[in-house]
Structures are given as C-alpha cells and as structure tokens.
C-alpha cells in the first residue's frame, strides 16, 4: 500500500505560538514545507484534510494537484489538525447536526457548512484548557465567594444557589446563571472585571504566574489577552484542566470549551463550525451559544489516555463514540522494525510523522512529513525506524 506525500495549510491565527516557540512551525520546517520560519509570525494551526477553508494538496512526481481531486471528490469525513495554542481562544461549543444545518440555512455567510463538529484533543506538551462545566455544587460556592461573579449573574446565579440547596432544577438554573453572565450589560462588566481583577492583584502581589492555572493568576492573564472580557467570568463555569502529553479529551456537540496554551493534535468531522461568546475579537452569537449548550453535563470531563492495540504493541489508540474519526499513535524505537496497523481502514488515512525518520511501507520518511494512504484491506504498514532516534507517528482515520 503506497502512501502519497500530502502539503498541509497553515493557519496564522493571531492566538498561535510564534516562531519556533510553536510545534506547527517546527513541524513545518523539518517536513520541508517552510523554507525560513518567520521568529514575529504565529503559527497556530496545520490543516490536512479537504475542509474548503484549507484543502490538503497531493505532491506527486507529475506535480501537484488538490487533494479532494486526488480523491475523485469525495471529501474526507474527518480533519485532522496540529495546534499551537499561545493565548486563549474562544469561549465556545460546536453545533449538533440539526442545529449546523439550522444554522447554515440561516445565515450560510457565517456557518459556511451544515456538519457538526464533535473534536478529540491529544496534548503533545502540558496542554491547558477550560472544557465542560463544573459541577452545580462547585459553581453554587464560587457565586457565594467572589462577590463580582455573583453580582453579574444576578438572579440566575441566585437560582444556581437555590437549586443546589434543594438539590432539584440544576439545569434550568444554570442556564439561567450562564446567560446571565454572558449576556450582561457590557458596562457592568467591564466595571465587575475591573475589580475583581484588582482583587486577584491583591492575592498574587507581584508574582504574577501567567502559566498557572490557580485562579487569582489565570483571572490576570485572561484579562492581560482580553481586557475586560466577559469569557473571564467563566473560569468559575467551566472546569480547568492541564492535559500532560498522551492524554486527550473528547469535545462533543453543545459542550463548553477553550483551549488556553499549549499544543497538541486535533481530529474533528469535517466542519468549522464554531459558535463564539467570550475570550475572542471575532463574531459572538452569544444568544445561540446559551441556547444550546448541554446544561445537564456539569462534572469533570473525561480525560483519556488511550488504550494499547490488540494488533501492534506500539501502538495507543484513542477512540471517540463517533464514527468520523480515530487517532492512533505509534512509536518505534530506533532501529527497530514494527507495524502500523490499518484496521478499520475505510477511509483513507492521514499520518503525520511526529517525530524521528525511517521508513513506511518502504518510503523514506522524516519528521513533520505528512502522507496519504488509501482505504485497503486493513493490512498494516511495515515500519523501520531510523537508527538515530525514535521514530513516532500519529494516524487519524475514520472508524
């Protein structure tokens, strides 16, 4: 089975990891598909797939060519991603499929595709996010000791209050909690930031920690990327967590989110539907956001850690309750020879060589490279890792 080498986008979102400070570029460069990386430049995410807003090529011998044309049309069912995170980005959740469809319908120049985009996340260094809300009881005390959350959130945080303690409506009052915060009047909150940030400067004094995640410090930083932005007010909402490499979350439909720093893999159906209120220059549809979301999942999310194949003891799968996507990862020590196993094959296939060089299938790869292999009979890849160092790659597929 030969696999075909792929020329991915790159996306220079003003939230990405500048120059070689961001894992996009370092793979970029050592792949060969970036002369010079540019120290000023963010580079914040590297697209391979066919999504529209950034098409994979095909490099062949004869050239080069799209690679949805590659594919006689048909688009792949997943995209899959490397992401340099170096400030927060939005507050926000992805539709499910009947409100994408809604959506686009609605307003096609905003919501540019009718799919949803459930999205797993595989940290590559310490990967911080905020994803999913905290549990009612946690969120209730938070309203009860910080005096600037629970003056924005009004009556709908008094009702939060008043639920936990009858231990019955939790999710009507968070929703109404939510909405009130994120809907609040922007004078209010630009005063309510103020101060409560000048109350967070009290607690740290001068040693401000813009990687901690303790509140008094994230609260600070947040406001240093988006001064006297509302999405502040939801690190007492949404849990923060710090994801240690191999270890990865599910992001379904209508679940809150953020990412904060770091880097990592992300694999998604193919959409870039994404609905925004907080933590963002770009547009917010704040009303849709608070209507959507999944009220009834407050707790800590899931935090994977993959589990070893059955086929290949190299190998660590992660898997998603979807059917667009999966990821595995494979690691070879150097020298070695292995296999990449291709079962559930359906589906071509993208790999990024994370690390290391060698070969697959017996074409020579190095780090940063990225290769296409089309649906087959589920043979796997014979692999021979380099002799210097550790060869690690990373294949996303549908199931």
Same mark, same amino acid.
Request: glycine share 8%.
């Given at each position: 089975?030969?696999?075909?080498?792929?020329? &991915? !986008?790159?996306?220079?979102?003003?939230?990405?990891?500048?120059?070689?400070?961001?894992?996009?570029?370092?793979?970029?460069?050592?792949?060969?598909?970036?002369?010079?990386?540019?120290?000023?430049?963010?580079?914040?995410?590297?697209?391979?797939?066919? @999504?529209?807003?950034?098409?994979?090529?095909?490099?062949?011998?004869?050239?080069? !060519?799209?690679?949805?044309?590659?594919?006689?049309?048909?688009?792949?069912?997943?995209?899959?991603?490397?992401?340099?995170?170096?400030?927060?980005?939005?507050?926000?959740? @992805?539709?499910?499929?009947?409100?994408?469809?809604?959506? @686009?319908?609605?307003?096609?120049?905003?919501?540019?595709?009718?799919?949803? #985009? &459930?999205?797993?996340?595989?940290?590559?260094?310490?990967?911080?996010?905020?994803?999913?809300?905290?549990?009612?009881?946690?969120?209730?005390?938070?309203?009860?000791?910080?005096?600037?959350?629970?003056?924005?959130?009004?009556?709908?945080?008094?009702?939060?209050?008043?639920?936990?303690?009858? +231990?019955?409506?939790?999710?009507?009052?968070?929703?109404?909690?939510?909405?009130?915060? =994120?809907?609040?009047?922007?004078? +209010?909150?630009?005063?309510?930031?103020?101060?409560?940030?000048?109350?967070?400067?009290?607690?740290?004094?001068?040693?401000?920690?813009?990687?901690?995640?303790?509140?008094? @410090?994230? $609260?600070?930083?947040?406001?240093?990327?988006?001064?006297?932005?509302?999405?502040?007010?939801?690190?007492?909402?949404?849990?923060?967590?710090?994801?240690?490499?191999?270890? *990865?979350?599910?992001?379904?439909?209508?679940?809150?989110?953020?990412?904060?720093?770091?880097?990592?893999? +992300?694999?998604?159906?193919?959409?870039?539907?994404?609905?925004?209120?907080?933590?963002? &220059? #770009?547009?917010?549809?704040?009303?849709?956001?608070?209507? =959507?979301?999944?009220?009834?999942?407050?707790?800590?999310?899931? !935090?994977?850690?993959?589990?070893?194949?059955?086929?290949?003891?190299?190998?660590?799968?992660?898997?998603?309750?979807?059917?667009?996507? *999966?990821?595995?990862?494979?690691?070879?020590?150097?020298?070695?020879?292995?296999?990449?196993? =291709?079962?559930?094959? $359906?589906?071509?296939?993208?790999?990024?060589?994370?690390?290391?060089?060698?070969? $697959? *299938?017996?074409?020579?790869?190095?780090?940063?490279?990225?290769?296409?292999?089309?649906?087959?009979?589920?043979? &796997?890849?014979?692999?021979?890792?380099?002799?210097?160092?550790?060869?690690?790659?990373?294949?996303?597929?549908? $199931?």
């Amino acid at each position: 089975m030969a696999g075909v080498r792929l020329i &991915p !986008v790159t996306q220079n979102y003003a939230w990405g990891r500048r120059g070689l400070d961001s894992k996009v570029s370092v793979l970029l460069n050592a792949g060969g598909y970036l002369d010079e990386v540019d120290e000023k430049a963010p580079y914040a995410e590297l697209w391979m797939g066919t @999504h529209p807003k950034g098409p994979a090529q095909v490099d062949l011998s004869d050239g080069v !060519v799209p690679l949805l044309t590659f594919l006689k049309g048909k688009p792949l069912p997943y995209l899959f991603k490397v992401l340099s995170v170096n400030q927060s980005l939005s507050i926000q959740a @992805h539709p499910d499929k009947a409100l994408a469809r809604q959506l @686009h319908k609605e307003r096609p120049d905003v919501y540019k595709d009718d799919n949803h #985009k &459930p999205e797993m996340a595989l940290a590559l260094t310490n990967f911080q996010a905020m994803c999913g809300f905290r549990p009612y009881e946690d969120i209730a005390d938070f309203l009860v000791s910080e005096p600037e959350f629970s003056r924005v959130a009004g009556k709908g945080g008094q009702a939060l209050i008043d639920a936990v303690k009858k +231990e019955s409506g939790f999710v009507m009052a968070l929703k109404e909690a939510f909405s009130a915060v =994120m809907q609040a009047e922007k004078r +209010e909150v630009l005063k309510l930031v103020r101060e409560l940030v000048e109350r967070m400067r009290k607690q740290t004094g001068e040693q401000l920690d813009v990687h901690s995640l303790e509140l008094p @410090h994230l $609260i600070q930083r947040l406001n240093i990327e988006y001064p006297g932005d509302v999405g502040i007010f939801c690190v007492y909402f949404l849990n923060v967590l710090e994801l240690k490499p191999g270890e *990865a979350v599910f992001l379904e439909a209508n679940l809150p989110h953020a990412y904060l720093f770091g880097d990592c893999l +992300e694999c998604m159906a193919q959409s870039d539907n994404v609905v925004r209120a907080g933590l963002t &220059p #770009k547009l917010r549809d704040t009303k849709v956001l608070c209507e =959507m979301l999944n009220y009834k999942c407050a707790g800590q999310p899931k !935090v994977m850690c993959g589990t070893s194949s059955p086929n290949a003891e190299t190998c660590v799968m992660y898997r998603a309750p979807i059917d667009e996507f *999966a990821l595995e990862v494979s690691t070879f020590p150097k020298g070695s020879k292995g296999e990449i196993p =291709m079962n559930n094959n $359906i589906a071509p296939s993208i790999i990024l060589i994370l690390a290391g060089s060698g070969e $697959i *299938a017996g074409r020579k790869v190095k780090t940063g490279e990225v290769l296409l292999f089309q649906e087959g009979k589920g043979t &796997p890849l014979p692999v021979l890792a380099g002799g210097i160092e550790l060869l690690q790659v990373a294949r996303c597929h549908a $199931i």
